[in-house]
């Protein structure tokens, strides 16, 4: 930095004078002007433009994490260091933290859930089997929904999904201006279309209506699901959807003013089937997205 500001202000001022000031050697400053940037410091611009170019192609959204920002930071440097090494670059994981800070590369703060108040009684409840074993062994053992909503011009837009817990991969979804009962059975149906379970599943929500009205359960029955519930006002029972919709909301939803309801619905389609469940790498999978883990996960099975 001191030798630049000589640089730039060497026509006004004598050099000797500003070195000086700035107690640099005039010898140093005339060794620098030869050569600006040392081999280091230009392979640290190449690889942050990596980085930065690896941290945009994900929406600017690599490195969510509920921790404090320093170690959000790093988090965001393990990601951008993932891809750099897809792209076959030997860089560590320090130096890749060093950059990307550097860069200014920072997660985002999420979302809050406001307070409020649980009344009422629920039609039907279920016992909670999930009980937080969010970690399962196959697909299609475990499966958890619940029901958010998006911000218009319009009005409230509300999406429900079902996330399969192996591989957290959005199995189905499905979004309504009204919350009414068919929301969560659309996605739940999408679901059962998709997978075409062999066994029993069991399906963890919370005890909202509509997962304790009798078409729910009835829908339940019919198609060898068991239900599981949360306790009453604890999102933590349901921790892996509410963290979902996070993502969603951080990586997405909160960098848009969507105007229409449609809008809206097309941008959430976006990020489910073309981001999130093709590309999104996660921890838990071995930093590989839902799709690329139940992909790879099938081939073991196979012996390939």
């Not at 994900?58 to 509920?66: A, L, N």
């Not at 449609?262 to 489910?272: K, L, N, P, T």
């Amino acid at each position: 930095m001191r030798y630049a500001f000589i640089a730039e202000n060497r026509l006004i001022f004598a050099v000797r004078a500003i070195c000086r000031m700035l107690l640099v050697h005039p010898s140093g400053f005339y060794a620098w002007l030869r050569e600006p940037l040392s081999p280091r410091a230009l392979e640290d611009q190449r690889q942050t433009k990596l980085i930065k170019t690896a941290w945009k192609e994900s929406g600017e959204v690599y490195g969510y994490r509920k921790l404090p920002p320093l170690v959000d930071c790093v988090a965001i440097n393990e990601r951008a260091r993932d891809d750099l090494c897809d792209l076959g670059e030997d860089i560590s994981p320090n130096r890749a933290w060093r950059l990307a800070r550097l860069a200014g590369i920072r997660a985002q703060i999420g979302y809050k859930k406001k307070p409020g108040s649980y009344g009422g009684s629920p039609a039907v409840v279920a016992d909670n089997t999930l009980n937080r074993e969010f970690d399962v062994d196959a697909p299609d053992q475990f499966w958890v929904t619940d029901i958010t909503y998006i911000r218009t011009h319009e009005g409230f837009l509300y999406l429900a999904v079902v996330i399969d817990l192996y591989s957290r991969r959005v199995i189905g979804w499905s979004m309504q201006g009204r919350t009414y009962a068919d929301l969560p059975l659309q996605a739940l149906l999408m679901a059962v279309w998709r997978r075409k379970p062999k066994t029993k599943v069991h399906v963890h929500s919370d005890q909202g209506s509509q997962f304790t009205g009798y078409e729910w359960q009835e829908f339940l029955d019919q198609h060898n699901l068991v239900p599981s519930m949360s306790r009453r006002g604890n999102c933590w029972d349901n921790a892996v959807v509410e963290s979902f919709f996070n993502l969603l909301k951080r990586e997405r939803i909160r960098r848009k003013k969507y105007k229409t309801r449609e809008e809206a619905r097309r941008d959430v389609f976006d990020y489910i089937e073309f981001f999130y469940n093709p590309l999104r790498k996660h921890v838990r999978n071995g930093m590989l997205s839902p799709i690329a883990f139940e992909q790879q996960q099938k081939l073991k099975l196979q012996g390939v």
